[in-house]
């Protein structure tokens, strides 16, 4: 059975930051491309970040300079380091593994990210 479970989400202030993780099981986790979305209230799900199994990275152009993602194949874990976060960076972050071109394609359950003062 296939399972991402994200954790670390919260509610910091203005310019804080955070740390979310997410660890996979029951998949072969290094041959996976990690992604990040999130989806704020009466929007769309948006791609925030995106890290290919040779550990080439992508960003959404809102929050480049200040998220990076990373991950650690021996651990089965992909993080997303958010800093100097923006109200507007509230939403339900995801994880998602994939491989291009398959029907495997697996996503987590979300954690919530709230930045208010």
């Known amino acids: 059975q296939v399972q991402l479970v994200e954790s670390g989400g919260g509610l910091v202030q203005p310019g804080g930051s955070l740390r979310l993780s997410c660890t996979a099981s029951?998949?072969?986790?290094?041959?996976?491309?990690l992604d990040w979305y999130r989806q704020a209230p009466g929007k769309q799900r948006e791609l925030v970040a995106g890290?290919?199994?040779?550990?080439?990275?992508n960003y959404a152009e809102s929050v480049k300079g200040r998220f990076t993602i990373s991950r650690d194949n021996a651990k089965n874990t992909v993080y997303l380091q958010m800093n100097s976060l923006k109200p507007e960076d509230t939403a339900v972050y995801y994880c998602?593994?994939?491989?291009?071109?398959?029907?495997?394609?697996?996503w987590g359950q979300g954690t919530q990210v709230t930045v208010s003062s």
């Open positions: 890290i290919t199994t040779g550990g080439n990275t």
């Open positions: 029951g998949i072969i986790f290094s041959v996976y491309g």
């Open positions: 998602n593994a994939k491989i291009s071109d398959s029907r495997y394609n697996y």
